[in-house]
């Protein structure tokens, strides 16, 4: 279902790059921002591993320093059949973890301090097969896919408001007020919906990542206690928001920032209740 969703949301945000292309009146400059965004992403994508723990300031652990969290990252990887991956951590009270790697043979997890100190054995297990079902369903592939055209509407709409306000945007005819109005439209709307689109993708993969992993290791209870303890701990000890934050904050298990009212609408994270819930009805064989 999960995947079925996925597949429906990146073809809603294809249309609505297609669709502005249209409303601009050709395919011409559109072709030339999407692969300006896909080479930037492109870029992104390959190097999202050095990226994300640079910016998370996560630092690489032997077995010998951190026998216990290897043990477990192993069992699980052999569980779910890739190989291995690099095991960091971070040095943050904040309790949280993620992944990262352009494919399961060049991939690597990360935990903080505070998720070591709070939750137990079979807690950080079910996290770590969480985690470990992002690298399996390559999750930071369709992250990225995603983002190149999200990337490229905002970059086409971004381009179209300055074309606008030099005059750039009235020909071709469109100098009519219906015309306006569509041009309007795009700048303004066409940027949100592609947010709200992506965001929606990223709940979707936090939701199929959580179901891999309780299924890999037979254990959803334990995933769902995580999870309510993260969200506890987080609130507790979030994370400052930044623009250095804001940019890793998907790729953790649980929102890193404090919720804020309105602000869960745009969050990359489904509700923990809701995560919770759908985890519990797994355990007791109930459908979702």
Do not use: C
């Amino acid at each position: 279902m999960n995947n079925m969703k996925t597949l429906f949301l990146f073809s809603l945000l294809t249309a609505l790059l297609v669709a502005i292309g249209w409303v601009i009146g050709g395919f011409g400059g559109m072709v030339v921002f999407l692969v300006i965004g896909a080479v930037m992403n492109f870029g992104s994508y390959w190097f999202s591993d050095k990226l994300a723990l640079r910016m998370a300031g996560a630092k690489e652990v032997s077995r010998e320093e951190e026998p216990n969290l290897h043990n477990s990252v192993e069992e699980v990887a052999n569980l779910a059949g890739i190989p291995k991956p690099r095991v960091y951590i971070v040095n943050n009270d904040m309790p949280n973890a993620f992944a990262t790697g352009r494919n399961p043979k060049h991939a690597a997890v990360a935990v903080t301090t505070g998720i070591m100190r709070l939750l137990n054995e079979r807690e950080l297990r079910a996290v770590m097969a969480h985690e470990l079902g992002h690298i399996k369903n390559r999750d930071i592939l369709i992250q990225s896919v995603v983002a190149t055209v999200a990337g490229a509407i905002t970059m086409i709409a971004w381009m179209l408001q300055w074309s606008m306000i030099f005059g750039g945007g009235r020909r071709d005819g469109r100098d009519n007020p219906m015309g306006i109005i569509a041009l309007l439209a795009t700048v303004i709307l066409a940027p949100i919906a592609a947010s709200l689109i992506r965001m929606a993708i990223s709940r979707s993969r936090e939701f199929e990542a959580d179901a891999t992993g309780a299924r890999m290791v037979h254990d959803p209870d334990a995933l769902a206690s995580a999870l309510l303890r993260l969200q506890q701990g987080v609130q507790a000890n979030p994370l400052p928001v930044n623009s250095a934050t804001q940019a890793t904050a998907h790729m953790y298990i649980v929102n890193p920032f404090r919720a804020q009212g309105m602000a869960n609408l745009f969050s990359t994270h489904p509700p923990v209740e809701e995560r919770v819930r759908r985890l519990q009805a797994m355990a007791t064989g109930m459908p979702l």
